[in-house]
């Protein structure tokens, strides 16, 4: 015997299962399944997945034996239904059905009614004693036929219809009788001719027509396109399978009916029936909305037998698919056939409750709860999100990047202070900028959402939304903005200072006006209940980007182990501070740096106070100063004179000192550890407020904190050994001098590639690795992270690079320079601990590659911890379990 290319299920044996998606696809191995289950499925046949793959291998043939097998299934199905195909006196008819092994609309559209022409018709009357619904059968079989198979126009047949029912001066399809279509039947016949085709009065020849044009959908632009944006690649999946089935009939009177239902509400996951239900009609109804449908109560008055074996049903194949199903069925004269199952789609706030309900009903266990959720889900059900209805309504003006996930809607400014007060005279405030710089940061955080219309993944406004929790749409580069004159503009839609404005951070939609949003339910019920699982899964340690005590109280809430990463120099830029930091900077003698950095002192030491308080004794890493200087100092001109005022120099000083640092490349320029180097002043302060604070707290409050220092932008092991002096002498002195015991760790960044490549040597003198991936991206491939949007869109659309890497790991480049250090790392110390505090410390994705490598922890901003758990835990369960 040649291969096996068809599958039969009948009378409850089937020769597939669920198992045999790959093969059957998801319908046909549900059908297999259902059929071995006792379920009521009617009688019929798979062709295999297998037979679409060797068609367009084989220069679109069918294999040899094909025909044979499906002619003998065919026979099989006569003998079973006790009906004859092209019988004129019981005819049997069947539905074909495409069916990939994943559920992929774009796919061709089901053929029902299909063994029906001139003399099949008759025997259909006379089985059933119903002319109207024969000719309406066969009526519909040759409109889908001729769209589906043949390619004929729909709407011809959809005029031809309209028109019969003008002359007729009736609305509704069921208003014509059986000579109206009859009529109807020859008409649709004369349509085949004008578009120079025959319908096939031979059954056999529709059947094989029908098979085609199945397996031709796998190719359609359509089918092709879905594969594209849903990321299946070419050869991952054979083909479509075809599946026929007899029929059976949903529109022979008010005992029969079609609907589609759901062992759940797909919206909310709550445990109820849902579902709709349309007496006297087929499949194909339901879908056409030509008539509304009940909801499925009221098959429970109409037929309700059927209805309780549905209900019935429905509880055994949940139960036994261990998931939410959506399920097709049409009642014939009372009995119920099941024609469809499948595991249903649900919003994620109904994919959260229903993997968390499973486990308490013994269903499923916590990993596979774990599994089922998608990062995705947990990111959405804690953001805002819009009104739908009012979401629908509202007007799309310009799409940018999803920086931020979340809906907010605000009146819009375009200036950061007015934002500000504006915020706090009560107004809901969206803050519009052509992008942002650290200046703008009290008006983001005023802001309900951040829009601009330059800058990436990774730029200022992205980086900083993300850690605000704030919705945000980037790079929105359509969008003109004039901050002077206070407007925005986008083709001719002008929005003023004041307007209302609404951004969708997830899309990165930008609506026209005023958009209701919806508030999260927090880390409550069942998220949280799925996430205290997720955390008996992970391996990987998560950790919080937060700079203040309010970042890192949310951080705590949302379920972070610590803090990966402190930016030191976001508390210099606050209102009080600012003065002092350029007084440090526009010193002209070393002393009168350190009376400006001794001014600082206090107030840095507080800060750190607070954040080791918040965080009760969790490791707390914190970075000394990281930006090029000139970053705290006005650019403009404007500025100046106020300024110079301020720090008590003349505005020719001030300049003078903003020329002296003004750098080509900032970037790259003198920063990080190079500051540190030169300004050891800096380091020593830093490291006094940093220690004081760990001292201070365990002498007053008894709070055991190991403060983790940590050295940006080292690129050799010299500069972390001359800067590590610093910090341990000064730190050593004070701790002596205070007569306490305190534990301090000192560890560096890893973001240029240099010190990745030296990780060996680097590991010598650190306690720890913390790899700062966005820099480790940019320096590695070379990319300005904030200009990448000049080019990256079009290396994405010329597929040269399959993502943006500062949103997901170069796991080929970049990645393993992560994985190599860390390797090379923890081989010369063993007890060196490794973590990422890029961006992609709270990417999915990324943390899926790392959660492969030795890492100890991922560290992301607060509002993604939840979603970094969970994702860590998906990590750990499928690599490291
Ligand atoms: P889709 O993949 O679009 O869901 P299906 O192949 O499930 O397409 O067919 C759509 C609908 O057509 C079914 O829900 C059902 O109502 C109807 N249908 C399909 N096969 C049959 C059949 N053998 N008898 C009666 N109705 C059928
Ligand atoms: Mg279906
Ligand atoms: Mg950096």
């Known amino acids: 015997m040649g291969k096996k290319w068809v599958y039969f299920f009948a009378n409850g044996q089937a020769e597939g299962n669920a198992q045999m998606k790959d093969i059957l696809g998801g319908k046909g191995a549900n059908l297999a399944e259902m059929t071995n289950a006792g379920v009521p499925v009617p009688p019929g046949f798979t062709i295999s997945t297998e037979v679409c793959k060797f068609y367009y291998d084989n220069n679109r043939t069918y294999p040899e034996d094909l025909k044979e097998q499906v002619e003998a299934a065919m026979k099989k199905l006569e003998e079973v239904t006790g009906k004859g195909f092209g019988d004129p006196k019981k005819p049997l008819l069947v539905s074909v059905r495409s069916g990939a092994a994943i559920s992929m609309p774009g796919m061709m559209d089901t053929i029902l009614n299909l063994g029906l022409n001139d003399e099949t018709v008759k025997g259909l009357v006379e089985?059933?004693?119903?002319?109207?619904?024969?000719?309406?059968?066969?009526?519909?079989?040759?409109?889908?036929?001729g769209d589906t198979a043949l390619g004929i126009p729909h709407a011809d047949f959809e005029n031809a219809l309209a028109e019969m029912k003008a002359q007729k001066g009736v609305k509704l399809d069921t208003e014509l009788d059986a000579e109206d279509l009859k009529k109807l039947v020859e008409t649709y016949k004369e349509i085949y001719k004008k578009h120079g085709k025959e319908f096939p009065q031979d059954v056999y020849k529709q059947l094989w027509a029908a098979i085609e044009a199945v397996i031709w959908s796998w190719m359609s632009d359509r089918a092709i396109k879905y594969r594209e944006i849903h990321g299946i690649k070419e050869g991952q999946l054979l083909g479509t399978a075809v599946n026929i089935v007899a029929m059976v009939f949903g529109n022979m009177g008010d005992d029969s009916g079609t609907g589609v239902c759901f062992t759940r509400d797909p919206n909310t996951g709550e445990k109820v029936y849902y579902g709709e239900f349309l007496p006297n009609a087929q499949g194909?109804?339901?879908?056409?909305?030509?008539?509304?449908?009940?909801?499925?109560?009221?098959?429970?008055?109409?037929?309700?037998?059927?209805?309780?074996?549905?209900?019935?049903?429905?509880?055994?194949?949940?139960?036994?698919?261990?998931?939410?199903?959506?399920?097709?069925?049409?009642?014939?004269?009372?009995?119920?056939?099941?024609?469809?199952?499948?595991?249903?789609?649900?919003?994620?706030?109904?994919?959260?409750?229903?993997?968390?309900?499973?486990?308490?009903?013994?269903?499923?266990?916590?990993?596979?709860?774990?599994?089922?959720?998608?990062?995705?889900?947990?990111?959405?059900?804690?953001?805002?999100?819009?009104?739908?209805?009012?979401?629908?309504?509202?007007?799309?003006?310009?799409?940018?990047?999803?920086?931020?996930?979340?809906?907010?809607?605000?009146?819009?400014?375009?200036?950061?202070?007015?934002?500000?007060?504006?915020a706090k005279a009560g107004e809901k405030v969206l803050l519009v900028r052509?992008?942002?710089?650290?200046?703008?940061?009290?008006?983001?955080?005023?802001?309900?959402?951040?829009?601009?219309?330059?800058?990436?993944?990774?730029?200022?406004?992205?980086?900083?939304?993300?850690?605000?929790?704030?919705?945000?749409?980037?790079?929105?580069?359509?969008i003109y903005v004039n901050e002077e004159e206070g407007y925005l503009k986008v083709g001719d839609v002008v929005v003023k200072e004041g307007e209302w404005l609404s951004i969708d951070g997830t899309t990165g939609e930008v609506f026209l006006g005023k958009i209701t949003t919806v508030k999260p339910q927090g880390l409550e019920g069942p998220v949280a209940e799925l996430l205290s699982w997720a955390d008996e899964f992970r391996k990987l340690g998560v950790r919080a980007n937060a700079d203040v005590p309010r970042d890192a109280k949310v951080a705590r809430e949302f379920g972070a182990e610590g803090i990966g990463l402190c930016r030191t120099e976001h508390m210099f830029f606050e209102k009080d501070r600012i003065p002092k930091v350029r007084r440090m900077i526009v010193a002209r003698t070393k002393e009168e740096r350190e009376a400006a950095l001794a001014e600082l002192l206090p107030l840095q030491k507080e800060d750190f106070k607070g954040l080791f308080r918040e965080m009760k004794g969790y490791p707390v890493t914190i970075r000394l100063i990281d930006p090029p200087l000139h970053e705290f100092l006005p650019q403009e001109e404007e500025q100046m004179a106020e300024v110079a005022q301020q720090i008590g120099i003349t505005v020719e000083e001030l300049k003078k000192v903003v020329e002296q640092l003004h750098e080509l490349n900032p970037m790259l320029g003198h920063r990080g550890v190079r500051l540190l180097v030169t300004y050891p002043e800096i380091a020593v302060m830093q490291t006094k407020a940093i220690i004081l604070a760990a001292i201070e707290l365990k002498k007053e409050e008894g709070?055991?904190?190991?403060?983790?220092?940590?050295?940006?932008?080292?690129?050799?092991?010299?500069?972390?050994?001359?800067?590590?002096?610093?910090?341990?002498?000064?730190?050593?002195?004070?701790?002596?001098?205070?007569?306490?015991?305190?534990?301090?760790?000192?560890?560096?960044?890893?973001?240029v590639p240099r010190a990745a490549v030296t990780a060996d040597q680097i590991a010598q003198e650190a306690d720890f690795f913390s790899f700062g991936t966005n820099d480790l991206t940019q320096m590695t491939f070379g990319f300005s992270r904030d200009d990448v949007g000049k080019f990256l869109p079009e290396y994405l659309e010329k597929g040269i690079l399959e993502h943006d890497p500062f949103k997901h790991i170069d796991t080929q480049g970049v990645g393993q320079l992560v994985k190599s250090a860390t390797e090379k790392g923890k081989e010369v110390k063993s007890t060196l601990k490794c973590g990422v505090c890029g961006e992609h410390g709270g990417d999915p994705k990324s943390i899926e590659f790392f959660a492969t490598t030795k890492l100890d922890y991922v560290s992301a901003s607060p509002y993604r911890i939840p979603v970094a758990r969970l994702a860590a835990a998906q990590a750990s369960i499928k690599y490291r379990s």
């Open 703 to 751: 709070i055991e904190v190991v403060p983790e220092i940590m050295i940006p932008l080292v690129g050799h092991i010299n500069e972390l050994k001359y800067v590590k002096q610093i910090i341990i002498e000064t730190a050593d002195a004070l701790i002596k001098e205070h007569g306490v015991e305190l534990k301090y760790l000192v560890g560096t960044m890893i973001e």
């Open 434 to 478: 052509p992008e942002t710089s650290p200046e703008d940061v009290g008006g983001m955080n005023a802001a309900e959402g951040i829009l601009t219309a330059r800058g990436g993944m990774t730029s200022h406004a992205a980086v900083v939304a993300r850690g605000l929790g704030k919705p945000a749409v980037v790079g929105a580069e359509s």
């Open 284 to 422: 194909e109804d339901v879908v056409a909305g030509i008539r509304t449908p009940y909801p499925l109560e009221k098959m429970k008055e109409m037929i309700p037998q059927a209805y309780d074996e549905l209900i019935a049903i429905m509880d055994r194949l949940e139960a036994y698919f261990k998931d939410m199903q959506d399920i097709e069925f049409t009642v014939e004269k009372g009995k119920l056939y099941i024609l469809q199952t499948r595991s249903a789609k649900r919003t994620s706030q109904a994919a959260i409750r229903i993997a968390v309900d499973m486990v308490h009903e013994g269903l499923i266990d916590k990993k596979t709860a774990v599994l089922r959720v998608q990062p995705s889900d947990i990111e959405r059900v804690l953001h805002p999100k819009f009104d739908e209805k009012e979401r629908k309504n509202a007007k799309v003006i310009a799409k940018g990047l999803p920086a931020s996930p979340g809906a907010a809607t605000g009146k819009v400014y375009f200036d950061a202070h007015k934002a500000e007060e504006a």
């Open 127 to 145: 089985m059933t004693n119903n002319e109207r619904f024969a000719y309406d059968s066969y009526r519909r079989f040759l409109q889908m036929f």
